[in-house]
């Protein structure tokens, strides 16, 4: 009953916060930072909207024409209300994707529409499988200044089909992401409802200067791989009040798996998640990994919210990971029915080429718990770092969980972590046993992004692309 309350509370609070958004919505497509000159419509280039009728060459098109706008105050491209099939399809710079209110882009189910494209470099190969990857649904490279936004439209990846697939073991090649922006700088995601994606969400790979603010991310709690928003080998990433049900982690922080990410060596790093709203059965509300080899530190999260999760904040490594997880900082956790509220794994998996180096340690070190509070909770903590490499300098202070019915015996198993704790209930294992004091967070504020985000409406486009 608890949890269903809060499921639907966080749903109205999302249904406010898009409407606000809408309402606020200030001058007409000309007016403040972020608004573009030049908009045009998806069906001045041919597409049709009624749900069968494939747009891969509408899109194609409108992209390519709104482009030449880049210099002359940029280009909207506006998705009016209807549904709209299409193939995977390509950004470009100084541009805005605007789904109307009622707009929702299909992703074509037919894999033919989806080209094979060169794996990440700090991937080596692909995910799922070895060579190449499918297509991302919505891509980009090497752009600046991008949003994607409207009233609450909504963009489809159909992923059925390819969950059928990859539980069936019928894919020869890995799974295409919702969207991916790679090398890019300056991106807004606002204001936009994601839903049923073939494997990962949102994956902003080798960005600066990401803001993702209340984004809707829905899955079946059940579906392969569906990670919410994964920020890889990125910095300066804001994330902020977005509601997310996964099938994996809601938040999963990546830079790289194994050689391929040691040798790549850009971390994820000054990254802000606040105020999510978080459900995902199987999986965290924020993972710190699984791959991290090109190192993740100073990520705050704050005022963040799960129901019936698996963990809240949980850091994936293992031997052959390399990297390091370190300067993390979580303050003000609401959690509720929680399987762990603390969970550390240092023996993860899963490595890009079947075996791994067994000298390429993970360095996780200066991880901070303050503010927490958890009810209905089967244990509070499973914590394992790696032997002879040990997980370090922990703190929990001002914890509280409260226990479910059916709650373990043993509340805390701890091998290979050392660290303090202040206040916590139920006292910790002797690893953490340390008296402590109130964890540390940064006092100076990490700025990214604009100040507020663009207020522009395309209603009434000032100056449609003839």
Known sequence: MATGRFLRLAAVTVALCAAAAALCAGGVGAAGSGCRKHVATITKYGAVGDGKTLNTAAFAKAVADLSKRARDGGAALVVPR?????????????????????????????????PLIEPLPSYG??????????????????????????????????GQVWWDKYHAKELKYT???????LYSDSIIISNVTF?????????????????????????????????????????????????????????AVKSGWDQYGIKFNKPSEHIVIQRLTCVSPTSAMIALGSEMSGGIRDVRAVDNTAIDTESAVRVKSGVGRGGFVK?????GLSLHTMKWVFWMTGNYGQHADNSSDPRALPEVTGINYRDVFAENVTMAGRMEGIPNDPYTGICMSNVTAKL????????????????????????PCAELGAKGKPCAFPEEELVIGPPELPKC????????VM
Not at 132 to 144: D, H, Q, V
Not at 416 to 427: C, E, F, I, Q, W
Not at 457 to 464: A, F, L, Q, T, V
């Open 82 to 114: 209807g549904r709209w099939l299409t193939g995977p399809f390509n950004l470009t710079s100084h541009f805005t994707l605007y789904l109307d209110e009622g707009a929702e882009i299909l992703a074509s189910q037919n894999m033919k529409d989806w």
């Open 125 to 158: 190969r692909g995910r799922d499988e070895p060579g190449p990857r499918y297509s991302n649904f919505i891509a980009g490279s090497n752009l600046t200044d991008v949003i994607i936004t409207g009233k609450n439209g909504t963009i489809n990846g159909q």
């Open 175 to 181: 799974r295409g992401y919702l969207l991916e922006l």
């Open 195 to 251: 839903v049923d994606s073939p494997s990962w969400n949102l994956h902003p790979t080798y960005c600066t200067n990401v803001t993702i603010s209340g984004v809707t991310i829905l899955a079946p709690v059940h579906s392969p791989n569906t990670d919410g928003i994964d920020p890889d080998s990125s910095s300066h990433v804001k994330i902020e009040d977005c509601y997310i049900v996964s099938g994996d982690d809601c938040i």
């Open 327 to 331: 300067d993390i900082f979580v303050r």
């Open 404 to 427: 479910a019915p059916d709650a373990k015996e043993l509340q805390w198993n701890c091998t290979d972590v050392k660290g303090t704790a202040s206040d916590v209930s139920p006292p």
């Open 457 to 464: 409406s395309y209603d009434r486009p000032p100056k449609e």
